[in-house]
């Protein structure tokens, strides 16, 4: 908690920091607008994440000139050998997009984008499998709160019949993705600078999409101008302005600090859907958030350490 406190001193008295942290602030209020645009979507969940990213190609391009530069990393495009890395992030980014969209249409906007967030805790299981890493206690305690209140929103669920139960579940397959995602992107991001990576990722996810959108067999196209104007909603300000606002505010933000502010993401979320869709929130699924959103917040603080 020390930790916190102090990088909350170091935003509060740097003016870039708190300028970072407004842009965050921003960039979350995008991303959590992506299952709003998804419910109003003409075409299936699978088509709109399609076209989120395939729409959104030409914006990010036009966005990396305009992020800040990272003299320790490399600005220009990778040699053909370094692909590979791209491609498998674009492909798990593709995975979360697709599953996530599933669920949304399966579940509660709220419930969708909480269990997505549970990312934190596959990247610890992910991390232990794959790299040996060891946890602090505060960390483990986070992840059983976070499983704990996952466990409520599950039987919650459950109770409101098994349409629920099966989004809530897509959104557990979501957090998987987005943690091996997040793995492969910070591989990515030790090398190069974070415009060169959203903005080559980001092709790849588009032609991941590809097969399940035809798998799926539902329409490429919306019928009206308004389905289109979705669409392109959901491009530019979720996957454009949302990924390049955050990947700005990251570079003058610290990272555990920036970590735990996009976790007004599900609550954001959950805002909207009342706003729009007068999804309330109360009960056990109320707890079950709080639960989730505490124990995240302590395993983001909890320190890894390696063996």
């Given at each position: 908690?020390?930790?916190?406190?102090?990088?909350?001193?170091?935003?509060?008295?740097?003016?870039?920091?708190?300028?970072?942290?407004?842009?965050?602030?921003?960039?979350?209020?995008?991303?959590?607008?992506?299952?709003?645009?998804?419910?109003?979507?003409?075409?299936?969940?699978?088509?709109?994440?399609?076209?989120?990213?395939?729409l959104a190609v030409p914006?990010?391009?036009?966005?990396?000139?305009?992020?800040?530069?990272?003299?320790?990393?490399?600005a220009g495009l990778p040699g053909?050998?370094?692909?590979?890395?791209?491609?498998?992030?674009?492909?798990?980014?593709?995975?979360?997009?697709?599953?996530?969209?599933?669920?949304?249409?399966?579940?509660?906007?709220?419930?969708?984008?909480?269990?997505?967030?549970?990312?934190?805790?596959?990247?610890?299981?992910?991390?232990?499998?794959?790299?040996?890493?060891?946890?602090?206690?505060?960390?483990?305690?986070?992840?059983?709160?976070?499983?704990?209140?996952?466990?409520?929103?599950?039987?919650?669920?459950?109770?409101?019949?098994?349409?629920?139960?099966?989004?809530?579940?897509?959104?557990?397959?979501?957090?998987?993705?987005?943690?091996?995602?997040?793995?492969?992107?910070?591989?990515?991001?030790?090398?190069?600078?974070?415009?060169?990576?959203?903005?080559?990722?980001?092709?790849?996810?588009?032609?991941?999409?590809?097969?399940?959108?035809?798998?799926?067999?539902?329409?490429?196209?919306?019928?009206?101008?308004?389905?289109?104007?979705?669409?392109?909603?959901?491009?530019?300000?979720?996957?454009?302005?949302?990924?390049?606002?955050?990947?700005?505010?990251?570079?003058?933000?610290?990272?555990?600090?920036?970590?735990?502010?996009?976790?007004?993401?599900?609550?954001?979320?959950?805002?909207?859907?009342?706003?729009?869709?007068?999804?309330?929130?109360?009960?056990?699924?109320?707890?079950?958030?709080?639960?989730?959103?505490?124990?995240?917040?302590?395993?983001?603080?909890?320190?890894?350490?390696?063996?």
């Open positions: 908690m020390a930790r916190l406190t102090y990088q909350l001193a170091v935003v509060a008295n740097d003016r870039h920091a708190r300028t970072a942290f407004l842009v965050l602030l921003v960039g979350a209020a995008c991303i959590a607008l992506a299952p709003i645009f998804v419910r109003l979507s003409e075409i299936g969940p699978v088509p709109t994440a399609f076209w989120r990213t395939a914006f990010l391009a036009a966005m990396v000139p305009l992020l800040p530069d990272e003299p320790d990393r490399k053909w050998g370094a692909l590979g890395g791209f491609a498998l992030a674009g492909a798990l980014f593709a995975g979360d997009l697709g599953f996530w969209h599933w669920s949304i249409v399966y579940t509660s906007v709220a419930n969708a984008t909480l269990f997505a967030n549970m990312a934190p805790v596959f990247v610890a299981l992910f991390a232990f499998l794959l790299y040996g890493t060891r946890f602090t206690r505060l960390f483990l305690a986070g992840m059983a709160v976070a499983l704990a209140g996952a466990a409520m929103l599950m039987g919650d669920s459950a109770a409101l019949g098994g349409r629920h139960l099966l989004g809530d579940a897509l959104g557990l397959v979501t957090a998987m993705f987005y943690a091996g995602y997040f793995l492969a992107i910070a591989r990515l991001r030790a090398r190069y600078s974070a415009g060169v990576v959203i903005a080559l990722s980001t092709p790849f996810t588009a032609l991941c999409l590809v097969p399940p959108t035809l798998i799926s067999g539902a329409g490429w196209f919306p019928e009206t101008v308004a389905g289109w104007a979705v669409l392109a909603g959901v491009a530019v300000v979720s996957q454009s302005l949302g990924q390049g606002l955050i990947a700005y505010a990251f570079a003058h933000l610290p990272p555990a600090f920036g970590a735990v502010s996009l976790l007004l993401q599900p609550v954001l979320a959950a805002c909207f859907a009342w706003l729009l869709f007068d999804e309330a929130v109360a009960g056990l699924q109320a707890l079950g958030m709080v639960a989730v959103l505490t124990g995240v917040v302590m395993a983001r603080q909890g320190a890894l350490v390696r063996p």
